[in-house]
């Protein structure tokens, strides 16, 4: 089966990054995940609009400026985390690091990918305002919905108490908190 990307200039996308074997290597590794996204933006132009970080996935509501470089984006944060990532020790990630045209042509174990990441990434092109809303509100509900907390406002590594300031979300949305008494057979 032969996979194709969609793009649609002007669209958000969403991005879900898995690392092998589900290892819990992202929180761990923040700092070192951070700087990877700004590496990614000296070469490319995008706007993380919703994102969660979990231990063993990230969740990213993107849009990018050319929509033809979202696979290229997702690759250089790839390719900086693997290769700069040297287990739980402090990381060195001075240097910016865009991958060349070759370094995307070797493969999974060429790029220094160390194993790090899934080798393919789900993507979804999100089609109206609807939609898009839907997906950010998944998105910070996932970290309930794995059972790390039990608000969207405990979990420190999403874009929630921004979306809170903004006016997006009462702080105490998605609060099941007082349902979990109930018992439903």
């Known amino acids: 089966m032969n996979y194709r990307r969609v793009f649609i200039q002007n669209s958000y996308l969403h ?15 923040i700092n070192l995940l951070k700087q990877a996204v ?15 970080i979990l231990p063993d996935h990230i969740h990213l509501v993107l849009k ?11 690759t250089s944060i790839k390719y900086y985390f693997s290769r700069n990532y040297v287990g739980l020790e402090s990381p060195t990630y001075n240097t910016p690091v865009c991958p060349t045209y070759n370094d995307l042509k070797q493969g999974y174990k060429n790029k220094s990918e ?22 950010i509100d998944y998105i910070h509900y996932n970290p ?37 008494d109930l018992d439903y057979e």
């Not at 990018?64 to 290229?72: A, S, V």
């Not at 921004?162 to 006016?167: I, L, M, P, R």
């Open 64 to 74: 990018p400026e050319n929509i033809k470089e979202y696979p290229r984006i997702i």
């Open 144 to 180: 309930i919905k794995h059972g790390y907390v039990k608000m969207a406002k405990d979990w420190e590594y999403s874009t929630f108490k921004n979306f809170v300031k903004d006016g997006y979300y009462d702080e105490n949305w998605c609060d099941f908190s007082r349902c979990e």
């Open 114 to 135: 160390k194993g790090i990441f899934q080798h393919r990434y789900y993507e979804h092109t999100i089609v109206d305002e609807n939609e898009l809303n839907t997906i």
């Open 38 to 52: 700004k590496n990614a933006k000296i070469y490319f132009d995008f706007e993380i609009v919703a994102g969660c």
């Open 15 to 29: 991005i879900i990054i898995l690392s092998y074997q589900r290892k819990p290597v992202f929180i761990e590794n």
